[in-house]
Protein backbone atom coordinates (compact mmCIF):
# COMPACT_ATOMS: atom_id res chain seq x y z
CA UNK A 1 0.00 0.00 0.00
CA UNK A 2 2.92 2.35 0.71
CA UNK A 3 4.74 1.53 -2.03
CA UNK A 4 3.62 4.17 -4.67
CA UNK A 5 5.67 6.18 -6.69
CA UNK A 6 5.26 9.13 -4.91
CA UNK A 7 6.91 7.60 -2.07
CA UNK A 8 9.10 5.54 -3.87
CA UNK A 9 10.08 9.07 -4.93
CA UNK A 10 9.97 10.82 -1.97
CA UNK A 11 7.35 13.32 -4.24
CA UNK A 12 6.72 16.47 -1.86
CA UNK A 13 3.24 15.73 -3.65
CA UNK A 14 0.14 13.83 -2.30
CA UNK A 15 -1.57 11.33 -4.88
CA UNK A 16 -4.92 9.94 -4.22
CA UNK A 17 -4.45 6.70 -4.41
CA UNK A 18 -6.20 5.27 -1.67
CA UNK A 19 -9.55 6.40 0.08
CA UNK A 20 -10.73 8.90 3.30
CA UNK A 21 -9.86 7.29 6.21
CA UNK A 22 -13.70 7.30 7.08
CA UNK A 23 -14.03 5.99 3.69
CA UNK A 24 -12.33 3.08 4.60
CA UNK A 25 -13.90 2.48 8.20
CA UNK A 26 -17.09 2.55 6.69
CA UNK A 27 -16.42 -0.18 3.69
CA UNK A 28 -14.70 -2.36 6.54
CA UNK A 29 -17.87 -2.34 8.80
CA UNK A 30 -20.32 -2.91 6.14
CA UNK A 31 -18.60 -5.75 4.64
CA UNK A 32 -18.41 -7.31 8.22
CA UNK A 33 -21.48 -6.45 9.12
CA UNK A 34 -23.15 -8.53 5.85
CA UNK A 35 -20.97 -11.04 6.91
CA UNK A 36 -21.72 -11.47 10.30
CA UNK A 37 -25.35 -11.72 9.95
CA UNK A 38 -25.06 -14.10 6.84
CA UNK A 39 -22.48 -15.96 8.07
CA UNK A 40 -21.38 -16.06 10.91
CA UNK A 41 -24.64 -15.68 12.82
CA UNK A 42 -26.09 -18.87 11.15
CA UNK A 43 -23.22 -20.65 11.89
CA UNK A 44 -23.00 -19.79 15.36
CA UNK A 45 -26.92 -20.65 15.50
CA UNK A 46 -26.32 -24.53 14.65
CA UNK A 47 -24.24 -25.29 17.54
CA UNK A 48 -26.03 -23.02 20.06
CA UNK A 49 -29.56 -24.59 19.14
CA UNK A 50 -27.71 -28.36 19.19
CA UNK A 51 -26.61 -28.05 22.27
CA UNK A 52 -30.46 -26.46 23.63
CA UNK A 53 -31.20 -30.11 25.13
CA UNK A 54 -27.63 -30.54 26.90
CA UNK A 55 -25.08 -32.67 26.17
CA UNK A 56 -26.85 -35.69 27.27
CA UNK A 57 -29.59 -35.04 24.58
CA UNK A 58 -26.94 -33.94 21.84
CA UNK A 59 -25.28 -37.30 22.19
CA UNK A 60 -28.27 -39.42 22.42
CA UNK A 61 -29.58 -37.53 19.36
CA UNK A 62 -26.82 -38.77 17.00
CA UNK A 63 -26.30 -42.01 18.20
CA UNK A 64 -29.83 -43.09 17.99
CA UNK A 65 -30.35 -46.13 15.35
CA UNK A 66 -31.97 -43.85 13.04
CA UNK A 67 -29.12 -41.69 12.69
CA UNK A 68 -26.05 -43.72 12.92
CA UNK A 69 -27.88 -45.33 9.76
CA UNK A 70 -28.09 -42.02 8.04
CA UNK A 71 -25.07 -41.40 9.01
CA UNK A 72 -23.54 -44.79 7.83
CA UNK A 73 -26.01 -44.14 4.35
CA UNK A 74 -24.27 -41.10 3.73
CA UNK A 75 -20.51 -42.33 4.26
CA UNK A 76 -20.90 -45.17 1.60
CA UNK A 77 -22.66 -42.79 -0.75
CA UNK A 78 -19.27 -40.75 0.02
CA UNK A 79 -17.09 -43.62 -0.44
CA UNK A 80 -18.44 -44.34 -4.03
CA UNK A 81 -19.33 -41.53 -5.62
CA UNK A 82 -15.96 -39.45 -4.60
CA UNK A 83 -13.38 -42.22 -6.03
CA UNK A 84 -15.43 -42.59 -9.18
CA UNK A 85 -15.52 -38.54 -9.63
CA UNK A 86 -11.86 -38.44 -9.14
CA UNK A 87 -11.46 -40.94 -11.63
CA UNK A 88 -13.53 -38.80 -14.11
CA UNK A 89 -11.98 -35.78 -13.23
CA UNK A 90 -8.36 -37.61 -13.80
CA UNK A 91 -9.27 -39.07 -17.32
CA UNK A 92 -11.19 -35.92 -18.45
CA UNK A 93 -8.28 -34.04 -17.69
CA UNK A 94 -6.02 -36.29 -19.40
CA UNK A 95 -7.70 -36.11 -22.31
CA UNK A 96 -8.45 -32.51 -22.48
CA UNK A 97 -5.32 -31.19 -21.19
CA UNK A 98 -2.80 -33.51 -23.30
CA UNK A 99 -4.29 -33.54 -26.48
CA UNK A 100 -5.66 -31.37 -29.16
CA UNK A 101 -9.41 -32.41 -30.79
CA UNK A 102 -12.27 -30.99 -32.15
CA UNK A 103 -15.10 -29.93 -29.71
CA UNK A 104 -12.67 -29.47 -26.71
CA UNK A 105 -14.77 -26.37 -25.96
CA UNK A 106 -18.18 -28.11 -26.05
CA UNK A 107 -17.05 -31.21 -23.67
CA UNK A 108 -15.71 -28.72 -21.29
CA UNK A 109 -18.95 -27.01 -21.26
CA UNK A 110 -20.60 -30.45 -20.71
CA UNK A 111 -18.70 -31.04 -17.88
CA UNK A 112 -20.08 -27.92 -16.40
CA UNK A 113 -23.44 -28.31 -16.98
CA UNK A 114 -24.29 -29.90 -13.42
CA UNK A 115 -23.36 -26.81 -12.05
CA UNK A 116 -26.79 -25.02 -13.51
CA UNK A 117 -28.76 -27.66 -13.25
CA UNK A 118 -31.21 -27.35 -10.33
CA UNK A 119 -30.50 -29.98 -7.96
CA UNK A 120 -34.55 -31.20 -7.74
CA UNK A 121 -34.24 -31.84 -11.76
CA UNK A 122 -30.88 -33.93 -11.51
CA UNK A 123 -32.92 -36.45 -9.03
CA UNK A 124 -35.83 -36.32 -11.10
CA UNK A 125 -34.36 -36.96 -14.41
CA UNK A 126 -33.43 -40.69 -12.35
CA UNK A 127 -37.02 -41.00 -11.81
CA UNK A 128 -37.92 -40.69 -15.07
CA UNK A 129 -35.95 -43.13 -16.15
CA UNK A 130 -35.86 -45.31 -13.21
CA UNK A 131 -38.77 -44.85 -10.96
CA UNK A 132 -42.46 -47.18 -11.51
CA UNK A 133 -43.80 -45.10 -14.59
CA UNK A 134 -40.37 -44.35 -15.68
CA UNK A 135 -38.96 -45.72 -18.75
CA UNK A 136 -37.00 -48.76 -17.17
CA UNK A 137 -39.94 -49.21 -14.67
CA UNK A 138 -41.53 -52.13 -15.28
CA UNK A 139 -38.99 -54.12 -16.30
CA UNK A 140 -36.84 -53.28 -13.05
CA UNK A 141 -40.06 -54.32 -11.19
CA UNK A 142 -40.56 -57.07 -13.37
CA UNK A 143 -36.79 -58.33 -12.06
CA UNK A 144 -37.46 -57.36 -8.10
CA UNK A 145 -34.36 -54.19 -8.58
CA UNK A 146 -35.16 -51.10 -6.97
CA UNK A 147 -33.64 -47.70 -8.07
CA UNK A 148 -35.73 -44.85 -7.18
CA UNK A 149 -36.61 -45.01 -3.16
CA UNK A 150 -33.21 -46.92 -3.07
CA UNK A 151 -29.59 -46.63 -2.18
CA UNK A 152 -28.60 -47.14 -6.10
CA UNK A 153 -30.77 -43.88 -6.96
CA UNK A 154 -29.28 -41.73 -4.27
CA UNK A 155 -25.87 -42.71 -5.66
CA UNK A 156 -26.57 -41.81 -9.23
CA UNK A 157 -28.44 -38.63 -8.30
CA UNK A 158 -25.02 -37.81 -6.24
CA UNK A 159 -22.40 -38.80 -9.37
CA UNK A 160 -24.80 -36.53 -11.41
CA UNK A 161 -24.71 -33.04 -8.82
CA UNK A 162 -20.68 -33.81 -8.35
CA UNK A 163 -19.51 -34.92 -11.57
CA UNK A 164 -17.56 -31.60 -12.36
CA UNK A 165 -16.34 -31.09 -8.74
CA UNK A 166 -12.64 -32.91 -9.37
CA UNK A 167 -12.10 -31.91 -13.09
CA UNK A 168 -12.92 -28.59 -12.41
CA UNK A 169 -9.91 -28.20 -10.28
CA UNK A 170 -7.17 -30.32 -12.15
CA UNK A 171 -7.85 -29.14 -15.94
CA UNK A 172 -6.69 -25.48 -15.30
CA UNK A 173 -3.94 -26.85 -13.40
CA UNK A 174 -2.74 -29.53 -15.92
CA UNK A 175 -3.33 -26.94 -18.60
CA UNK A 176 -1.07 -24.53 -17.19
CA UNK A 177 1.74 -27.41 -16.74
CA UNK A 178 1.54 -28.35 -20.32
CA UNK A 179 2.90 -32.21 -21.82
CA UNK A 180 6.65 -31.29 -21.58
CA UNK A 181 7.24 -33.50 -19.15
CA UNK A 182 5.23 -36.49 -19.75
CA UNK A 183 6.67 -36.15 -22.99
CA UNK A 184 9.69 -36.72 -21.33
CA UNK A 185 8.91 -39.67 -19.20
CA UNK A 186 7.50 -41.16 -22.74
CA UNK A 187 10.45 -40.46 -24.59
CA UNK A 188 12.34 -42.35 -21.68
CA UNK A 189 10.71 -45.17 -22.24
CA UNK A 190 7.44 -45.11 -19.58
CA UNK A 191 4.49 -46.13 -19.90
CA UNK A 192 0.79 -44.47 -19.68
CA UNK A 193 0.10 -45.38 -16.28
CA UNK A 194 3.82 -44.54 -15.01
CA UNK A 195 3.71 -41.31 -16.71
CA UNK A 196 0.50 -40.68 -14.82
CA UNK A 197 1.54 -41.91 -11.46
CA UNK A 198 5.21 -41.07 -11.51
CA UNK A 199 4.98 -37.64 -13.48
CA UNK A 200 1.52 -36.05 -13.45
CA UNK A 201 -0.04 -37.28 -10.22
CA UNK A 202 3.01 -35.65 -7.95
CA UNK A 203 2.15 -32.44 -10.24
CA UNK A 204 -1.52 -32.28 -9.10
CA UNK A 205 -1.70 -33.44 -6.02
CA UNK A 206 -2.88 -30.54 -4.36
CA UNK A 207 -5.44 -29.17 -6.69
CA UNK A 208 -6.52 -33.75 -6.76
CA UNK A 209 -6.93 -33.27 -2.94
CA UNK A 210 -8.63 -29.82 -3.19
CA UNK A 211 -11.37 -30.89 -5.85
CA UNK A 212 -11.88 -34.34 -4.01
CA UNK A 213 -12.49 -32.52 -0.48
CA UNK A 214 -15.32 -30.57 -2.15
CA UNK A 215 -16.73 -33.19 -3.86
CA UNK A 216 -16.45 -35.07 -0.81
CA UNK A 217 -18.13 -32.14 1.36
CA UNK A 218 -21.09 -32.02 -1.51
CA UNK A 219 -21.66 -35.46 -2.04
CA UNK A 220 -21.94 -35.84 2.33
CA UNK A 221 -24.21 -32.37 2.41
CA UNK A 222 -26.47 -33.14 -1.23
CA UNK A 223 -30.02 -32.16 -0.49
CA UNK A 224 -32.36 -31.83 -3.05
CA UNK A 225 -31.31 -34.04 -5.66
CA UNK A 226 -31.19 -37.28 -2.93
CA UNK A 227 -34.45 -36.17 -1.74
CA UNK A 228 -36.68 -36.55 -4.47
CA UNK A 229 -35.08 -40.19 -4.92
CA UNK A 230 -34.81 -41.20 -1.39
CA UNK A 231 -38.21 -41.56 -0.64
CA UNK A 232 -37.65 -40.42 3.25
CA UNK A 233 -37.56 -44.28 4.43
CA UNK A 234 -36.02 -44.09 7.77
CA UNK A 235 -32.92 -46.70 8.66
CA UNK A 236 -32.67 -47.23 4.86
CA UNK A 237 -32.69 -44.17 2.45
CA UNK A 238 -32.16 -41.20 4.93
CA UNK A 239 -28.93 -39.82 4.20
CA UNK A 240 -27.39 -37.06 7.25
CA UNK A 241 -29.47 -34.09 5.60
CA UNK A 242 -32.75 -36.05 5.19
CA UNK A 243 -32.72 -36.73 8.67
CA UNK A 244 -32.07 -33.41 9.21
CA UNK A 245 -35.25 -32.64 7.40
CA UNK A 246 -37.24 -35.61 8.65
CA UNK A 247 -36.58 -34.65 12.16
CA UNK A 248 -37.07 -30.81 11.88
CA UNK A 249 -40.43 -31.50 10.63
CA UNK A 250 -41.37 -33.77 13.35
CA UNK A 251 -40.33 -30.43 15.43
CA UNK A 252 -37.77 -32.43 16.86
CA UNK A 253 -35.16 -29.52 16.75
CA UNK A 254 -32.73 -29.74 19.15
CA UNK A 255 -32.35 -33.58 17.73
CA UNK A 256 -32.20 -32.19 13.98
CA UNK A 257 -29.85 -29.22 14.85
CA UNK A 258 -27.60 -31.74 16.92
CA UNK A 259 -27.44 -33.93 13.30
CA UNK A 260 -27.17 -30.45 11.42
CA UNK A 261 -24.04 -29.77 13.71
CA UNK A 262 -22.15 -32.61 12.79
CA UNK A 263 -22.53 -31.70 9.23
CA UNK A 264 -21.70 -28.33 9.77
CA UNK A 265 -18.48 -29.62 11.39
CA UNK A 266 -17.40 -31.05 8.89
CA UNK A 267 -18.26 -28.01 6.46
CA UNK A 268 -15.56 -26.08 9.13
CA UNK A 269 -13.10 -29.01 8.34
CA UNK A 270 -13.66 -28.62 5.22
CA UNK A 271 -12.94 -25.03 5.18
CA UNK A 272 -9.90 -25.22 7.21
CA UNK A 273 -8.09 -28.16 4.73
CA UNK A 274 -9.00 -25.82 2.16
CA UNK A 275 -6.99 -23.31 3.64
CA UNK A 276 -4.06 -25.82 4.47
CA UNK A 277 -4.28 -27.13 0.61
CA UNK A 278 -4.26 -23.63 -0.43
CA UNK A 279 -1.47 -22.57 1.56
CA UNK A 280 0.44 -25.59 0.98
CA UNK A 281 0.11 -25.50 -2.64
CA UNK A 282 1.14 -21.57 -2.64
CA UNK A 283 -1.31 -20.22 -4.48
CA UNK A 284 -5.10 -19.38 -4.62
CA UNK A 285 -6.79 -22.15 -6.54
CA UNK A 286 -9.04 -19.45 -7.84
CA UNK A 287 -11.07 -21.30 -10.57
CA UNK A 288 -13.20 -22.82 -7.74
CA UNK A 289 -16.34 -20.56 -7.48
CA UNK A 290 -18.61 -23.34 -6.98
CA UNK B 1 -9.63 -40.20 -44.45
CA UNK B 2 -6.14 -38.81 -43.04
CA UNK B 3 -7.09 -35.44 -43.76
CA UNK B 4 -10.34 -35.63 -41.51
CA UNK B 5 -8.40 -37.30 -39.20
CA UNK B 6 -6.02 -34.96 -38.90
CA UNK B 7 -7.99 -32.16 -38.55
CA UNK B 8 -10.70 -33.89 -35.73
CA UNK B 9 -7.34 -34.88 -33.63
CA UNK B 10 -3.58 -33.75 -33.64
CA UNK B 11 -1.06 -36.76 -33.40
CA UNK B 12 0.76 -36.27 -30.14
CA UNK B 13 3.08 -38.92 -28.50
CA UNK B 14 1.29 -39.42 -25.11
CA UNK B 15 -0.58 -42.46 -24.69
CA UNK B 16 -4.17 -42.65 -23.77
CA UNK B 17 -6.05 -40.96 -25.60
CA UNK B 18 -8.78 -43.07 -27.00
CA UNK B 19 -9.01 -44.93 -22.88
CA UNK B 20 -9.10 -41.34 -21.37
CA UNK B 21 -11.64 -39.61 -23.75
CA UNK B 22 -13.62 -42.52 -24.25
CA UNK B 23 -13.55 -43.13 -20.32
CA UNK B 24 -15.16 -39.30 -19.52
CA UNK B 25 -17.61 -39.71 -22.90
CA UNK B 26 -19.34 -42.39 -21.39
CA UNK B 27 -19.23 -41.61 -18.12
CA UNK B 28 -20.20 -38.15 -18.97
CA UNK B 29 -22.99 -39.70 -21.50
CA UNK B 30 -24.56 -42.07 -18.77
CA UNK B 31 -24.65 -40.20 -15.47
CA UNK B 32 -25.55 -36.30 -17.32
CA UNK B 33 -25.75 -36.22 -21.12
CA UNK B 34 -28.18 -39.58 -21.46
CA UNK B 35 -30.78 -38.53 -18.68
CA UNK B 36 -31.33 -35.25 -19.42
CA UNK B 37 -32.19 -36.05 -22.94
CA UNK B 38 -34.65 -38.45 -21.62
CA UNK B 39 -36.17 -35.47 -19.93
CA UNK B 40 -36.45 -33.34 -22.96
CA UNK B 41 -37.77 -36.07 -24.99
CA UNK B 42 -40.63 -36.41 -22.46
CA UNK B 43 -41.60 -32.86 -22.49
CA UNK B 44 -40.91 -33.32 -26.45
CA UNK B 45 -44.27 -36.46 -26.04
CA UNK B 46 -46.12 -33.84 -23.69
CA UNK B 47 -49.23 -32.96 -25.63
CA UNK B 48 -49.74 -29.43 -26.41
CA UNK B 49 -52.88 -28.72 -24.49
CA UNK B 50 -51.30 -30.36 -21.56
CA UNK B 51 -48.45 -27.82 -22.02
CA UNK B 52 -50.31 -24.86 -22.49
CA UNK B 53 -52.06 -25.85 -19.53
CA UNK B 54 -49.09 -26.42 -17.00
CA UNK B 55 -47.45 -23.10 -18.34
CA UNK B 56 -50.47 -20.96 -17.95
CA UNK B 57 -51.58 -22.11 -14.63
CA UNK B 58 -51.90 -19.62 -12.16
CA UNK B 59 -49.87 -21.21 -9.72
CA UNK B 60 -46.95 -22.24 -12.09
CA UNK B 61 -46.83 -18.58 -13.06
CA UNK B 62 -46.68 -17.20 -9.64
CA UNK B 63 -44.01 -19.64 -8.95
CA UNK B 64 -42.08 -18.38 -12.12
CA UNK B 65 -42.24 -15.04 -10.93
CA UNK B 66 -41.14 -15.69 -7.38
CA UNK B 67 -38.22 -18.06 -8.66
CA UNK B 68 -36.58 -15.73 -11.32
CA UNK B 69 -37.75 -12.18 -9.11
CA UNK B 70 -36.11 -13.14 -5.96
CA UNK B 71 -33.14 -15.10 -7.04
CA UNK B 72 -32.53 -11.94 -9.35
CA UNK B 73 -32.63 -9.85 -6.77
CA UNK B 74 -30.02 -11.78 -4.29
CA UNK B 75 -28.11 -12.09 -7.19
CA UNK B 76 -28.24 -8.51 -7.52
CA UNK B 77 -27.86 -7.50 -3.78
CA UNK B 78 -24.60 -10.56 -3.90
CA UNK B 79 -23.07 -8.31 -6.75
CA UNK B 80 -23.23 -5.01 -4.85
CA UNK B 81 -22.37 -6.87 -1.48
CA UNK B 82 -19.56 -9.34 -3.14
CA UNK B 83 -17.66 -5.95 -4.61
CA UNK B 84 -17.23 -4.35 -1.35
CA UNK B 85 -16.18 -7.37 0.56
CA UNK B 86 -13.99 -8.15 -1.89
CA UNK B 87 -12.48 -4.64 -2.37
CA UNK B 88 -12.23 -4.82 1.70
CA UNK B 89 -10.18 -8.00 1.87
CA UNK B 90 -7.73 -7.38 -1.20
CA UNK B 91 -7.04 -3.49 -0.15
CA UNK B 92 -7.54 -3.13 2.94
CA UNK B 93 -5.60 -4.80 5.52
CA UNK B 94 -7.31 -5.11 8.90
CA UNK B 95 -7.10 -8.10 12.00
CA UNK B 96 -8.76 -11.08 10.95
CA UNK B 97 -8.71 -10.84 7.53
CA UNK B 98 -7.32 -14.41 6.38
CA UNK B 99 -10.35 -15.81 9.00
CA UNK B 100 -13.03 -13.39 7.06
CA UNK B 101 -11.50 -14.63 3.85
CA UNK B 102 -12.01 -18.57 4.48
CA UNK B 103 -15.44 -18.01 5.77
CA UNK B 104 -16.52 -16.33 2.56
CA UNK B 105 -16.64 -19.93 1.15
CA UNK B 106 -19.12 -21.54 4.27
CA UNK B 107 -22.12 -21.67 1.74
CA UNK B 108 -20.33 -23.84 -0.56
CA UNK B 109 -19.31 -26.21 2.37
CA UNK B 110 -22.35 -25.63 4.61
CA UNK B 111 -25.20 -28.94 3.58
CA UNK B 112 -27.97 -26.41 2.34
CA UNK B 113 -30.39 -28.62 4.53
CA UNK B 114 -28.63 -27.13 7.67
CA UNK B 115 -28.78 -23.80 6.05
CA UNK B 116 -32.82 -23.79 5.48
CA UNK B 117 -33.17 -25.00 9.09
CA UNK B 118 -30.88 -22.38 10.58
CA UNK B 119 -32.01 -19.26 8.70
CA UNK B 120 -36.02 -20.03 9.31
CA UNK B 121 -34.89 -20.53 13.17
CA UNK B 122 -32.63 -17.25 13.22
CA UNK B 123 -35.46 -15.58 11.27
CA UNK B 124 -38.46 -16.48 13.17
CA UNK B 125 -40.75 -14.31 14.79
CA UNK B 126 -38.92 -15.90 18.67
CA UNK B 127 -35.62 -15.86 16.47
CA UNK B 128 -32.31 -14.14 17.61
CA UNK B 129 -32.92 -12.00 14.20
CA UNK B 130 -36.83 -12.20 13.81
CA UNK B 131 -36.88 -10.90 17.31
CA UNK B 132 -35.11 -7.36 16.64
CA UNK B 133 -37.35 -7.40 13.53
CA UNK B 134 -40.43 -8.08 14.68
CA UNK B 135 -40.95 -4.71 16.26
CA UNK B 136 -40.87 -3.34 12.92
CA UNK B 137 -43.24 -4.97 11.68
CA UNK B 138 -41.24 -6.97 9.08
CA UNK B 139 -41.48 -11.03 8.80
CA UNK B 140 -39.04 -12.89 7.33
CA UNK B 141 -39.38 -15.86 7.54
CA UNK B 142 -42.47 -17.68 5.93
CA UNK B 143 -42.70 -15.09 3.57
CA UNK B 144 -40.96 -14.17 0.41
CA UNK B 145 -38.25 -12.29 2.14
CA UNK B 146 -37.71 -15.45 3.71
CA UNK B 147 -36.51 -16.67 0.33
CA UNK B 148 -34.83 -13.58 -0.58
CA UNK B 149 -32.44 -14.07 2.45
CA UNK B 150 -32.12 -18.16 2.05
CA UNK B 151 -30.64 -17.43 -1.69
CA UNK B 152 -28.65 -14.55 -0.62
CA UNK B 153 -26.71 -17.16 1.52
CA UNK B 154 -26.51 -19.74 -0.74
CA UNK B 155 -25.26 -17.33 -3.60
CA UNK B 156 -23.24 -15.29 -1.51
CA UNK B 157 -19.32 -16.48 -2.52
CA UNK B 158 -19.75 -16.29 -6.35
CA UNK B 159 -19.07 -12.34 -7.13
CA UNK B 160 -16.75 -12.04 -4.50
CA UNK B 161 -14.81 -15.23 -5.26
CA UNK B 162 -14.76 -14.06 -9.47
CA UNK B 163 -13.93 -10.06 -8.74
CA UNK B 164 -11.14 -11.02 -6.30
CA UNK B 165 -8.23 -12.36 -8.47
CA UNK B 166 -9.50 -9.77 -10.88
CA UNK B 167 -9.05 -6.83 -8.46
CA UNK B 168 -5.75 -8.59 -7.53
CA UNK B 169 -4.32 -8.54 -10.49
CA UNK B 170 -5.05 -5.13 -11.43
CA UNK B 171 -2.26 -3.04 -12.12
CA UNK B 172 -1.55 -0.13 -9.32
CA UNK B 173 0.62 1.39 -11.92
CA UNK B 174 -2.10 2.45 -13.75
CA UNK B 175 -3.89 4.38 -10.92
CA UNK B 176 -0.37 5.87 -10.19
CA UNK B 177 -0.92 7.38 -14.05
CA UNK B 178 -4.04 8.39 -13.22
CA UNK B 179 -3.49 10.21 -10.58
CA UNK B 180 -0.35 11.88 -11.91
CA UNK B 181 -2.57 12.89 -14.38
CA UNK B 182 -4.68 15.07 -12.07
CA UNK B 183 -7.76 12.79 -11.43
CA UNK B 184 -9.21 12.16 -8.17
CA UNK B 185 -9.77 9.13 -6.34
CA UNK B 186 -13.32 9.43 -7.05
CA UNK B 187 -12.79 9.36 -10.93
CA UNK B 188 -10.26 6.82 -10.50
CA UNK B 189 -12.38 4.27 -8.87
CA UNK B 190 -15.19 5.45 -11.70
CA UNK B 191 -12.70 5.28 -15.09
CA UNK B 192 -10.12 3.16 -14.00
CA UNK B 193 -10.58 0.68 -11.41
CA UNK B 194 -14.06 -0.44 -11.94
CA UNK B 195 -14.69 -1.28 -15.93
CA UNK B 196 -11.74 -3.76 -15.48
CA UNK B 197 -13.66 -5.73 -12.94
CA UNK B 198 -17.24 -5.37 -14.52
CA UNK B 199 -16.42 -8.46 -16.93
CA UNK B 200 -15.73 -10.24 -13.11
CA UNK B 201 -19.09 -8.61 -11.74
CA UNK B 202 -21.13 -9.86 -14.54
CA UNK B 203 -19.84 -13.25 -14.35
CA UNK B 204 -20.42 -13.57 -10.57
CA UNK B 205 -24.05 -12.15 -10.89
CA UNK B 206 -25.07 -15.01 -13.46
CA UNK B 207 -23.21 -17.77 -11.64
CA UNK B 208 -24.91 -16.68 -8.44
CA UNK B 209 -28.32 -15.89 -10.14
CA UNK B 210 -28.58 -19.52 -11.70
CA UNK B 211 -27.42 -20.97 -8.44
CA UNK B 212 -30.37 -19.04 -6.64
CA UNK B 213 -32.75 -20.45 -10.07
CA UNK B 214 -32.43 -23.37 -8.88
CA UNK B 215 -31.98 -23.78 -5.29
CA UNK B 216 -33.95 -26.04 -3.25
CA UNK B 217 -32.82 -27.13 -0.07
CA UNK B 218 -32.02 -24.06 1.82
CA UNK B 219 -35.27 -22.50 0.50
CA UNK B 220 -38.12 -24.76 1.57
CA UNK B 221 -37.55 -24.38 5.20
CA UNK B 222 -37.50 -20.76 5.64
CA UNK B 223 -40.23 -20.08 2.31
CA UNK B 224 -43.61 -21.12 4.51
CA UNK B 225 -44.03 -22.87 0.60
CA UNK B 226 -47.64 -20.77 0.06
CA UNK B 227 -48.80 -21.63 -3.28
CA UNK B 228 -49.01 -18.58 -5.55
CA UNK B 229 -47.03 -16.21 -2.73
CA UNK B 230 -43.78 -18.27 -1.48
CA UNK B 231 -43.79 -21.22 -3.52
CA UNK B 232 -40.20 -21.59 -6.25
CA UNK B 233 -40.31 -23.53 -9.09
CA UNK B 234 -38.09 -26.50 -8.19
CA UNK B 235 -40.64 -27.16 -5.08
CA UNK B 236 -43.70 -27.09 -7.61
CA UNK B 237 -41.51 -29.34 -9.83
CA UNK B 238 -41.06 -31.80 -6.40
CA UNK B 239 -44.57 -31.48 -5.46
CA UNK B 240 -45.73 -32.66 -9.07
CA UNK B 241 -43.58 -36.41 -8.79
CA UNK B 242 -45.26 -36.65 -5.50
CA UNK B 243 -48.40 -36.51 -7.01
CA UNK B 244 -47.15 -38.82 -9.87
CA UNK B 245 -47.72 -35.79 -12.36
CA UNK B 246 -44.38 -36.91 -14.12
CA UNK B 247 -46.17 -34.73 -17.57
CA UNK B 248 -46.54 -31.42 -15.41
CA UNK B 249 -43.37 -32.01 -14.24
CA UNK B 250 -41.24 -32.81 -16.82
CA UNK B 251 -42.85 -28.92 -18.53
CA UNK B 252 -41.72 -27.37 -15.98
CA UNK B 253 -38.03 -29.22 -15.53
CA UNK B 254 -37.49 -28.46 -19.15
CA UNK B 255 -38.41 -25.21 -18.88
CA UNK B 256 -35.86 -24.42 -16.18
CA UNK B 257 -33.12 -26.48 -17.96
CA UNK B 258 -33.90 -24.32 -21.17
CA UNK B 259 -33.17 -21.31 -18.91
CA UNK B 260 -29.91 -22.99 -17.40
CA UNK B 261 -29.34 -23.86 -20.95
CA UNK B 262 -28.85 -20.21 -21.45
CA UNK B 263 -27.22 -18.89 -18.27
CA UNK B 264 -24.35 -21.54 -19.17
CA UNK B 265 -24.05 -20.12 -22.27
CA UNK B 266 -23.61 -16.41 -21.19
CA UNK B 267 -21.34 -17.75 -18.27
CA UNK B 268 -19.17 -19.06 -21.17
CA UNK B 269 -19.09 -15.53 -22.71
CA UNK B 270 -18.47 -13.80 -19.63
CA UNK B 271 -15.68 -15.63 -18.65
CA UNK B 272 -13.70 -15.34 -21.89
CA UNK B 273 -14.00 -11.69 -21.34
CA UNK B 274 -13.04 -11.68 -17.85
CA UNK B 275 -10.18 -13.50 -18.75
CA UNK B 276 -8.84 -11.14 -20.61
CA UNK B 277 -8.52 -8.69 -17.94
CA UNK B 278 -6.85 -11.36 -15.72
CA UNK B 279 -3.89 -11.33 -17.92
CA UNK B 280 -3.58 -15.13 -17.89
Not at chain 1, 167 to 191: D, H, K
Not at chain 1, 201 to 218: F, S
Amino acid sequence: MADTVAERAELPIHLPLEEPRAVRVVLIAVALLFLVIFLILPLVAVFVEAFRGGIGAYFAAITEPEALSAIYLTLLIALISVPLTAAFGIAAAWSVTKFEFKGKSLLLTLIDLPFSVSPVIAGMVFVLLFGLQGIFGTWLSAHGIKIIFAVPGIILATLFIVLPFVAREVIPLMQQQGTTQEEAAVLLGANGWQTLWHVTLPNIKWALLYGVLLCNGRAIGEFGAVSVVSGHIAGLTNTMPLHVEVLYNDYAFAASFAVASVLSLMAVVTLVLKNVLEWRSGERTSGSSY
Amino acid sequence: MLATAKTLYRPSILPGFGLTLGFTLTYLSLIVLIPLAVLFLNAAGVGGAKVWSELASARTLAAFRVTFGIAFLAALINAVFGLVIAWVLVRYPFPGRRLVDSLIDLPFALPTAVAGITLATLYAGNGWIGQGLAPIGLKVAFTPLGILVALIFVSLPFVMRTVEPVLRNLDREVEEGAALLGANRWQIILHVILPPLLPATLTGFTLAFARALGEYGSVIFIAGNVPRVSEILPLLIVIKLEQFDYAGATVLAAMMLAVSFVLLLAINVLQTWTRRWQGG
